[in-house]
């Protein structure tokens, strides 16, 4: 079975950093597209980046670019997003999801296939 396990939320100052991690399993980690979505309360759920497989190409939303930035190490089939300043609109639950090979600057939910159970970002001001 495909497992996608989203950790390293929690509570943060505005201006304050966090890094969620994303571990894969049950595919061939090397051969997929990663993505992290956020879905705020009573908000739909938001593509904010994304980096492909072996070409490690990468996305972001314009509410996170120059902010967020989105990594891969295959050897540990697990998936970074280094969020620096952060802002009360980035709270909410952060999910992370799989789809083949690239993944394309639009970020929509329907692109991917697999999503792991989110993990929960709270930024206070």
């Known amino acids: 079975d495909v497992q996608l396990q989203a950790s390293g939320g929690g509570l943060v100052q505005r201006g304050g950093s966090l890094r969620l991690s994303c571990e894969v399993s049950?595919?061939?980690?090397?051969?997929?597209?990663i993505g992290w979505f956020r879905q705020a309360p009573g908000k739909e759920r938001e593509g904010i980046s994304c980096v492909s497989s072996s070409v490690g190409s990468t996305y972001y939303a314009n509410s996170v670019k120059d902010r967020f930035t989105i990594s891969r190490d295959n050897a540990k089939k697990t998936v970074y997003l280094q969020m620096n300043d952060l802002k009360s609109e980035d709270t909410g639950v952060y999910y992370c999801?799989?789809?083949?090979?690239?993944?394309?600057?639009?970020?929509?939910?329907?692109?991917?296939?697999?999503w792991g159970q989110g993990t929960l970002v709270t930024v206070s001001s």
């Open positions: 049950g595919l061939i980690f090397e051969d997929h597209a």
């Open positions: 999801t799989v789809r083949r090979f690239i993944c394309l600057p639009t970020i929509k939910t329907s692109e991917y296939n697999y």
